[in-house]
């Protein structure tokens, strides 16, 4: 069925804008016919000046959860005064990934309490992994129309194509998007250091330490106090403990058993260095994992009594991540290293 023509005619805009984009839409737009909004929200006066790259920013912020379709008339007036710069710098904030947006991670006050490295460790990571998150959930979002490498990439960690499987697994990158990309992010530091009155809107009294490695909020639960217009992620001791590893870590164990206090023989001792912030295993790999559970309901999956070498052991590695996406993979989709490593490709 052919895009309504205001809408084919913002995705020429955006993709005039920057390259790449209009592909980017035109599958979305696909994908979620029933979210287009009404043509009458991408019309514009006779004569509007650059009306098809408007509507193209428009549609991204649609394609990219910014807006709903209920407001994004009243957003349009708002574009509708941007110069053709202010359009094209709009839509490089969303598709351009070379360039994260750390100006949208807010250290709060409770971060005066960190030292330097932990603060510069914190707007990194959640840096890396809002440029990396962007891109990992567009591409499921290919993946799942269409054959090609970027379902390749799904089914290493997802399993054999099932449109209502990969269905689930696009809405949780979405919601994952939506917390590290869709808005600005408020940080609160919950390390070894903190001390003092609590900096959060629901807490009363000090600020209580924290041996979680991160928490957040899924965007329709924010506790009432907190503002809905940013997301709000808390690290933990163990997000500012978290080492790299020496050369020698078996592929099929997580690297965070090593990290995290347990001992294991296989494992190659811990550096004093701070985790990379891309690979296998990396900070901002860990901190997907992790936030996963919070936002998606996502489980370090138990493995079935039929895996060949670790029945019952936790779902822990690459390894077991693609055993378990070729013979369970209705558990992949809900397994947190399952995310945690599929989002790492695109780093």
């Known amino acids: 069925m052919p895009l309504p023509a205001l809408v084919e005619d913002g995705i020429t805009g955006a993709e005039g804008l920057v390259q790449g984009t209009g592909t980017v839409i035109r599958t979305w ?15 514009f006066l006779p004569g509007q000046a650059n009306a098809t790259a408007i509507r193209g920013v428009l549609l991204g912020y649609l394609a990219f959860g910014k807006r709903d379709k209920g407001v994004i008339a009243g957003f349009r007036d708002l574009i509708k005064a941007w110069q053709p710069n202010d359009l094209t710098a709009e839509l490089k904030a969303y598709y351009d990934f070379s360039k994260a947006p750390a100006q949208g991670v807010i250290l709060m006050p409770s971060f005066r309490h960190a030292n330097s490295s932990n603060k510069e460790n914190a707007k990194s990571t959640l840096a890396a992994a809002t440029k990396t998150m962007m891109k990992a959930y567009l591409a ?49 530091y919950r390390g070894s250091n903190i001390k ?28 009432a106090g907190y503002d809905r217009a940013f997301a709000h992620v808390t690290l933990g001791e163990k997000f500012f403990n978290y080492k790299a590893e020496q050369a020698g870590v078996d592929a099929g164990i997580s690297a965070r058993v090593a990290v995290f206090g347990a001992v294991n023989p296989k494992l190659s001792r811990p550096t004093t260095a701070f985790a990379s912030t891309t690979g296998k295993d990396s900070i901002s790999g860990v901190l997907v994992h992790e936030l996963s559970h919070h936002i998606c ?36 989709i809900r397994n947190a290293d399952s995310y945690e490593y599929y989002f790492e490709q695109f780093q």
Not at 152 to 158: G, T
Not at 165 to 171: C, I, K, P
Request: overall charge neutral.
């Open 29 to 43: 737009a696909n994908a979620n016919p029933a979210n287009l909004p009404a043509d009458a929200s991408l019309t």
């Open 140 to 188: 499921a979002t290919q993946g799942r129309q269409a054959d090609g490498d970027e379902r390749a990439k799904m089914v290493d960690w997802f399993g054999a194509f099932d449109d209502t499987r990969y269905g689930t697994v696009v809405t949780n990158l979405k919601s994952l998007t939506d917390v590290l990309g869709a808005t600005p992010i408020r940080v609160y």
């Open 196 to 223: 003092g009155p609590s900096d959060k809107p629901n807490e009363v009294g000090a600020a209580p330490k924290n041996t979680a490695f991160a928490s957040a909020f899924r965007s329709a639960v924010v506790p």
């Open 297 to 332: 309901d996502t489980l370090d999956i138990d493995l079935p009594a039929n895996h060949p070498t670790a029945p019952g052991k936790k779902c822990y590695g690459q390894v077991k991540c693609k055993w378990l996406a070729t013979n369970v993979p209705a558990d992949a």
